[in-house]
């Protein structure tokens, strides 16, 4: 029998890889619009009343590129317009179309603002509620990077890009050569780990080049199309972008390729994440009598039933931000609730939340919250079957992520806010929210008492301290007939046991309570509320397996530059980037193990989250 012959699945994996991602660009190139090209006004014109144009510095629109942008803007109903040069480098366009779909990018009121980083066209009142300077020039790309992305978050639904053939982006732009520090800021401008990056791309380059060796022409052919890939992507008859010196940014990619990945991964070394002593010096006066003050006398009965016969279930330490203590969750074997004993006083709550949702951790926390999309969307729709809510409040709503979103699926509906963190505020005033409340939630009950058709509570109830006191104050808030909708992680998922105490939804120290799904319907009956619908397989968050690996990451190597953790040394940092370099592979294992885990919830045991609603009793 002839054997079969051998497939050489790398190169055949990259050629399918670079081929699928040039026709997306391609595609997606097509979609952005194109601003006319008009002779430049024979007399002065009168400037267009509400707008402003902010450029980097040596990027100079003409005033026909000008009035084009904003007859664009006024006629797309657009408040914020980021325009792309025609000589924008390739490398520049290919990266920008990978993040960002023009498609679909208006449409996403979570989508993070992207754009070439040139010039921003902005109406007057966004910049002036995002409090942007409106002067400029800005000294580079990274400044506007970063407004570009902020602008976005007050014009979620009104954010476009266009290609302006007259502009161009000067002569540092048209260079296509940035240095590592520079695209570092870059990066990390748009919210995106250079370090990181830069060593997905190494890795990139490694295999392509394992490839040409091993493989012969399959290999070969992989190498060609990456070289080709910015001309077959952007360039040939009709494209609206004229990238400088086409033929060698593809004859040398490779070689640009990897000194810009090696100049960005020892840019992002050189740097120091935390560069505010003050944090430091207050972090180490907090801990210099240790950490006993932060946990409570350990309690000897269920908080939930009384029962005194309880288990430990897991003992961690804080694998979420590596700050020093050690954390128990115990199971009462008479009702399976599972709850942090001890618990933290309020002393603790404060240490271990700083830094994490807001301050240092802000902006991560926003940048995970703004992917999670379908998921808010999803929330939003189990209430299309019961009523078309006039009033919502969002309890634990952190910065108006999900209202943001909900939104899309209930556009006449107001949605307020509430949460402990700043971040309600900026959220009433990007406009995510109507209305933010600060503060605890029982303390607002009474005041708010039967104002609202619908009150959330997603992933919060498992941060309060008192749960039965946060549905006390739901249903006092809720007007008769009011929905409330609650999703929690569920301790009886099959990956509790399997994954540990790597399992992420026990989220070690912010999760004090979680809740099995009996007792919350037994707690919301009690309080006059029938539940008529509960969800397990579309609440499931497909992280179980990514997350294990991230929290088994940071154990092994905690991120040197934390601010509570001893000062950085070169041998901790050398471990913490060899760890992150290692754990690459098994990140990208587990997010396919999480894909496959999503699918299957929805036909085992419904994953690692459940949803409910219930409605109050109108007697």
Not at 396 to 402: I, K, L, M, S, V
């Amino acid at each position: 029998m002839t054997p079969l012959p051998r497939i050489p699945w790398v190169p055949v994996l990259l050629l399918a890889a670079l081929g699928a991602g040039t026709v997306r660009t391609r595609r997606r190139l097509r979609a952005v619009h194109v601003l006319p090209v008009v002779p430049p006004p024979a007399a002065a014109v009168p400037r267009p009343a509400g707008w402003r144009l902010l450029t980097a510095r040596g990027v100079e629109p003409d005033a026909a590129t000008f009035l084009a942008a904003c007859a664009h803007a006024e006629r797309e109903g657009l408040r914020v317009l980021d325009l792309l040069p025609a000589d924008l480098p390739a490398e520049r366009a290919l990266g920008l179309l990978r993040l960002v779909d023009p498609a679909r990018y208006r449409e996403d009121r979570l989508g993070e603002g992207r754009g070439a980083g040139f010039a921003v066209l902005v109406a007057e009142e966004v910049a002036a509620r995002a409090g942007v300077d409106a002067a400029g020039p800005y000294s580079d790309p990274a400044e506007l990077l970063a407004l570009t992305r902020r602008l976005k978050e007050y014009a979620p639904d009104a954010t476009g890009l266009a290609i302006a053939p007259a502009l161009s982006c000067g002569p540092a732009g048209r260079l296509g050569v940035v240095r590592g520090a520079a695209r570092a800021a870059e990066l990390r401008a748009q919210g995106l780990p250079p370090g990181a990056l830069a060593a997905a791309q190494l890795g990139g380059l490694a295999l392509l080049a394992a490839a040409v060796v091993r493989d012969g022409r399959w290999g070969a052919a992989a190498a060609g199309l990456y070289c080709l890939q910015p001309y077959l992507a952007l360039g040939g008859p009709g494209s609206p972008l004229r990238p400088a010196d086409p033929a060698r940014a593809c004859a040398t990619r490779p070689l640009r390729s990897l000194g810009a990945a090696l100049r960005t991964a020892s840019a992002a070394a050189r740097r120091r994440a935390d560069a505010d002593p003050a944090r430091g010096a207050a972090y180490r006066a907090d801990l210099a009598d240790g950490t006993d003050r932060f946990l409570e006398p350990r309690r000897p009965d269920c908080p939930w039933c009384g029962s005194h016969r309880l288990s430990v279930r897991v003992r961690v330490p804080d694998l979420l931000q590596g700050k020093p203590g050690l954390f128990t969750l115990e199971h009462c074997v008479g009702c399976g609730h599972v709850f942090q004993n001890p618990r933290l006083s309020p002393e603790g709550l404060e240490f271990y939340y700083r830094d994490f949702y807001d301050g240092r951790g802000g902006e991560g926390a926003g940048t995970v919250f703004g992917r999670l999309g379908a998921a808010y969307r999803s929330r939003a729709e189990m209430l299309r079957p019961h009523t078309v809510p006039a009033s919502w409040l969002d309890v634990g709503t952190g910065h108006g992520h999900f209202c943001n979103a909900a939104r899309a699926v209930w556009p006449g509906t107001r949605f307020d806010g509430l949460d402990m963190g700043e971040g309600v505020r900026e959220a009433e005033h990007r406009g995510w929210v109507e209305t933010g409340f600060q503060g605890q939630f029982p303390e607002f009950a009474s005041k708010l008492a039967g104002q609202y058709e619908v009150v959330s509570m997603y992933h919060y109830l498992e941060h309060t301290r008192d749960p039965f006191a946060e549905l006390d104050a739901a249903a006092a808030v809720l007007a008769p007939g009011g929905f409330l909708t609650i999703e929690l992680p569920d301790p009886q998922s099959r990956m509790a046991g399997l994954l540990g105490p790597a399992w992420l939804p026990w989220f070690q120290p912010q999760h004090q309570h979680l809740i099995p799904a009996a007792n919350l319907r037994e707690a919301l009956s009690e309080r006059g509320l029938t539940v008529l619908a509960e969800e397990h397989g579309p609440a499931h968050q497909g992280n179980d397996f990514f997350g294990a690996v991230a929290l088994t990451a940071t154990r092994l190597a905690p991120d040197p530059d934390r601010p509570w953790g001893p000062p950085p040394t070169p041998g901790a940092r050398a471990r913490a980037s060899a760890v992150r370099v290692a754990s690459l592979p098994f990140f990208v294992a587990a997010a396919a193990l999480d894909a496959l885990r999503t699918t299957a919830a929805h036909h085992s045991d419904g994953g690692n989250a459940y949803r409910l609603l219930a409605r109050k009793d109108t007697r």
